[in-house]
């Protein structure tokens, strides 16, 4: 049933995920890539759920830079700008993953028997993230 909804939602929006049938999101992951280590030095002890927002707050720049990658409605860049609902913003980081997914301009993650995720373009890592996912090769 899972496939059958994922298969209808691309229908609807015209999206293809090269073969894809999920698409899965992490936002904070997501965002944590594009945080700087000296922002991260920063980080206030937070309650669950409030990391997110930090996150989202601290990348909300870089997440713009997302523009040059992406065809989205110019709506969508303005709420990633002035989001400040916890929920609404999950969304926009979830549209933003499987657009970059769909436009082949994502990095993916992860592992076969765990799972993939979906990141932002290499190009906008933080040094610190890149040397974090290179290390050990």
Not at 26 to 31: E, Q, T, V, W
Not at 43 to 68: S, T, V
Not at 79 to 107: F, M, Y
Request: glycine share 6%; net charge neutral.
């Amino acid at each position: 049933m899972l496939r059958e909804a994922a298969h209808a939602t691309r229908q609807q929006f015209g999206f293809t995920f090269g073969g894809s049938v999920v698409v899965e999101a992490f936002p904070n992951l997501f965002l944590g890539v594009l945080v700087s280590e000296e922002d991260y030095a920063r980080i206030p002890k937070l309650r669950r759920g409030q990391k997110f927002d930090w996150l989202y707050d601290h990348a909300k720049e870089n997440l713009m830079c997302l523009r040059k990658y992406l065809r989205l409605p110019k709506c969508v860049w303005r709420r990633v700008l002035t989001e400040n609902d916890h929920e609404l913003r999950a969304a926009l980081i979830c549209l933003l993953t499987a657009a970059l997914e769909a436009e082949n301009k994502a990095v993916r993650t992860g592992e076969e028997t765990g799972g993939w995720f979906w990141l932002p373009p290499l190009e906008l890592w933080k040094s610190w993230a890149i040397e974090a996912a290179t290390e050990g090769l």
